[in-house]
């Protein structure tokens, strides 16, 4: 919906202030851009490198004169880290390192406000991971981004977010500052999430989250609080009444027993 991709069927989604579904399909690419899960699937195999990271600005037709675009190009490729001697290279030449920081720099070549980035290390090894957050650091610096960032890795969400909203069955249970979430969770489901972290301690074997081994259907969740039928906390109201998002103290939280 962001990336107006999807229409929105109730709400509103603001950027700098203004509605999103205001701004014509053109406007919302020059501010907001994605970077994908997987860069091998999402980058054209059949275009060099140079193609795929201009793509933005050809297609808004902003590319300006060739040797403008070429200098663009070589900028945005070193902003990376990535050699623009590779820029005549295709996406299955280049390492999975290397193809996500294709793929970022596609995203900011347009110098968006916003960069959706959909579990953009998931993909890869841990110790690519690592170089890939601390380049996302680094450009969020330089460039004043802004990112929203969909991730199942917590470690990850630690590392790079300021802000958490954990979700659960498509609904946000709980909103807080990174900090806040993960030294005192008040949902719990937020609470699971963080027993569910796996420690290298073999000592302490797997972790115990108290969620049983089944899960509720998406399409067709259960009744009151979706959570209910998994939370060793629930009683009666949470079985009939949906929580609201509401605020308690310095987080936002959708439970009808916050954990104190």
């Known amino acids: 919906m962001a990336l107006g991709l999807e229409k929105i069927t109730s709400g509103e989604i603001y950027i700098g202030g203004q509605v999103i579904s205001s701004l014509g399909s053109k406007d919302i690419a020059k501010r907001i851009q994605p970077v994908f899960q997987d ?3 999402s980058l054209n195999p059949r275009k060099s490198i140079s193609k795929i990271i201009s793509l933005p600005l050809r297609a808004l037709g902003v590319a300006g004169t060739k040797k403008e675009l070429n200098e663009l190009i070589d900028e945005t490729m070193e902003t990376v ?3 623009p001697r590779l820029k005549y ?3 299955n030449q280049l390492s999975g390192g290397q193809r996500q920081r294709v793929a970022v720099a596609r995203a900011i070549i347009m110098r968006p406000d916003v960069v959706l980035c959909d579990e953009p ?5 841990v110790s690519v991971q690592a170089q890939i957050l601390n380049m996302l650091m680094e450009l969020r610096r330089e460039l004043n981004l802004t990112y ?8 990850v969400v630690e590392h790079i977010a300021t802000k958490v909203a954990v979700m659960y069955l498509g609904r946000i249970v709980e909103e807080a500052e990174t900090e806040k979430i993960f030294k005192k969770p008040c949902h719990p489901y937020t609470q699971a999430l963080m ?3 796996l420690t290298p301690d073999p000592k302490l074997g797997l972790p115990e989250t108290h969620l049983g081994i089944a899960y509720p259907n998406p399409i067709d969740p259960p009744s009151g609080c979706t959570f209910h039928p998994r939370c ?3 009683k009666g109201i949470c079985h009939s009444d949906v929580p609201e998002l509401t605020r308690d103290g310095d987080c936002l939280i959708a439970c009808h027993y916050p954990l104190s």
Do not use: K, M, Q, W
Not at 121 to 125: G, M, R, V
Not at 148 to 155: C, T
């Open 89 to 91: 290279n295709y996406p």
């Open 81 to 83: 880290g990535l050699p």
């Open 148 to 155: 929203v960032l969909i991730s199942h890795d917590l470690a």
């Open 195 to 197: 027993e569910s972290v």
């Open 121 to 125: 290390t998931s993909a890869l090894d």
């Open 39 to 41: 860069p091998y699937s």
């Open 232 to 234: 060793r906390y629930a």
